[in-house]
């Protein structure tokens, strides 16, 4: 089992920045990929960032340049940097930690959310 909590969300004014913080607790040594995922009112959930192997990160093209997904492995923490927000990036935004990332057995345990507002 893998617990995840996250922090850091609120409301800020176009333009502005957030940084999010997931703190995962819990069996780790299965997870291959951290991420986040965000879901607007009336919409799906989607992802925003991945980090695969504490290497290689994958971004939405909507967040590319703007948003930065980063870890700490010494605090079990993922991050994301969120710049230049807009109020299309309003929304919750879920962390996300992945078991076999990218195959038919793929699995993940989700956070609770944090709230994401962007006022224009």
């Known amino acids: 089992q893998v617990q995840l909590v996250e922090s850091g969300g609120g409301l800020v004014q176009a333009g502005g920045s957030l940084r999010l913080s997931c703190a995962a607790s819990?069996?780790?040594?299965?997870?291959?990929?951290m991420g986040w995922y965000r879901q607007a009112p009336g919409k799906q959930r989607g992802l925003v960032a991945v980090?695969?192997?504490?290497?290689?990160?994958n971004y939405a093209d909507s967040v590319k340049g703007r948003f930065t997904i980063s870890r700490d492995n010494a605090k079990n923490t993922v991050y994301l940097q969120m710049n230049s927000l807009k109020p299309e990036d309003t929304a919750v935004y879920y962390c996300?930690?992945?078991?076999?990332?990218?195959?038919?057995?793929?699995?993940?345990?989700w956070g609770q959310g944090t709230q994401v507002t962007v006022s224009s």
């Open positions: 819990g069996s780790m040594d299965s997870i291959e990929a």
């Open positions: 996300a930690a992945v078991m076999n990332y990218g195959s038919r057995g793929e699995y993940a345990y």
């Open positions: 980090l695969i192997s504490g290497v290689k990160a």
